[in-house]
């Protein structure tokens, strides 16, 4: 049961890793390029299919490596068990607050800020 949570972890870190790393690259693109409409649409799918789609899958086989070498540094921190549920837990709050703060324009750390202010008084 533990090595198939670790392995469904490292590819949901992958996953998620990848995805920041191409979102990244299209908000580049998008930056760079002044064309508009359909165009732009052609201009990123052939970017995607030229250069990106070989990025991902080298992309993918580092991501998974350093995703496994994580988890078993967090096993290491802590006893076996807990350790590959305290790594996915942190690989998680970090990949979410990348994925706020990069997709959606929504810083969580300031959020949390504000938040502790108001509820604690700080």
């Known amino acids: 049961m533990k090595k198939v949570i670790t392995k469904y972890a490292v ?3 992958a996953v998620w890793s990848a995805t920041l790393i191409n ?5 580049y693109i998008k930056k760079h390029i002044t064309q508009h409409g359909y165009l732009l649409v052609l201009i990123d799918m052939i970017v995607v299919v030229l250069i ?6 080298l992309i993918s086989k580092y991501t ?4 496994t070498a994580y988890l078993k540094t967090s096993k ?8 590959t549920l305290l790594g996915i ?4 709050v970090i990949l979410f607050i990348l994925f706020a703060y990069l997709r959606h324009h929504i ?7 504000v938040w502790g ?4 008084g700080i």
Request: aromatic share 12%; no cysteine; net charge positive.
């Open 52 to 57: 990106f789609a070989p990025a991902f899958a």
């Open 23 to 27: 979102g990244a690259i299209i908000a």
């Open 76 to 83: 290491k921190v802590s006893n076996e068990k807990n350790g």
């Open 89 to 92: 837990a942190i690989a998680f």
């Open 64 to 67: 998974k490596k350093l995703s």
């Open 11 to 13: 590819y949901a870190i």
């Open 117 to 120: 202010y108001r509820t604690l």
């Open 107 to 113: 810083d969580v750390i300031q959020q949390l800020k």
